[in-house]
T-cell receptor
Framework: DVKVTQSSRYLVKRTGEKVFLECVQD?????MFWYRQDPGLGLRLIYF???????EKGDIPEGYSVSREKKERFSLILESASTNQTSMYLC???????????FGAGTRLSVL | RKEVEQDPGPFNVPEGATVAFNCTYS??????FFWYRQDCRKEPKLLMS?????NEDGRFTAQLNRASQYISLLIRDSKLSDSATYLC????????????WGAGTKLIIKP
């Protein structure tokens, strides 16, 4: 079974803090994604990566950055957290060219 | 207009009933279509892909109508465990990696 692991299920941070969300997958998938999910809006793509050290902006990259130093790990960074970044963050991975995305359990981030 | 639109519901349905809901998409060049299921406070998981000819998996049937640009999901003999949010997902011809997600339809099966 594909396993995508996100480092934290719940996080509470203060405005202005730097926040790291980590995601690790164990199936040697090339592609990895970071989404945020808000009520009524569905999943919105923040960044994705199709290879080590490669990254592409998604639909809502502002206020975020990412890092992919190793194939299995994709990190999402909030340089200076703001209250409007309170959300559920979901990491996903997939094989190159494949449609099916496998998700981690999600990190519910609250920025106070 | 959203690229992928779904009725948010909730659909309240008695156990054993048949329920169906649709999802419309705006990009006529969309190539691939999926239904994902998301339980409360859990991650989305693939329920089924949607093929041009329609496809069935047990009690679940998915249909694609390209002319009217919608996909549908029908659930027969609904179970309590079918209660979840059903997400419609579309992949465009030119989006190599990106999927476009609907906001989901919430389904509640009542005993």
């Amino acid at each position: 079974d594909v396993k995508v692991t996100q480092s934290s299920r719940y996080l509470v941070k203060r405005t202005g803090e730097k926040v790291f969300l980590e995601c690790v997958q164990d199936m040697d998938h090339e592609n990895m994604f970071w989404y945020r999910q808000d009520p009524g809006l569905g999943l919105r793509l923040i960044y994705f990566s199709y290879d080590v050290k490669m990254k592409e902006k998604g639909d809502i990259p502002e206020g975020y950055s990412v890092s992919r130093e190793k194939k299995e790990r994709f990190s999402l960074i909030l340089e200076s957290a703001s209250t409007n970044q309170t959300s559920m963050y979901l990491c996903a991975s997939t094989l190159s060219g494949a449609n099916i995305q496998y998700f981690g359990a999600g990190t519910r981030l609250s920025v106070l | 207009r959203k690229e992928v639109e779904q009725d948010p519901g909730p659909f309240n349905v008695p156990e054993g009933a048949t329920v169906a809901f649709n999802c419309t998409y705006s990009n006529s060049a969309s190539q691939s279509f999926f239904w994902y299921r998301q339980d409360c406070r859990k991650e989305p998981k693939l329920l089924m892909s949607v093929y041009s000819s329609g496809n069935e998996d047990g009690r679940f049937t998915a249909q694609l109508n390209r002319a009217s640009q919608y996909i549908s999901l029908l659930i027969r003999d609904s179970k309590l465990s079918d209660s979840a949010t059903y997400l419609c997902v579309v992949r465009g011809k030119d989006s190599n990696y990106q999927l476009i997600w609907g906001a989901g339809t919430k389904l509640i099966i009542k005993p």
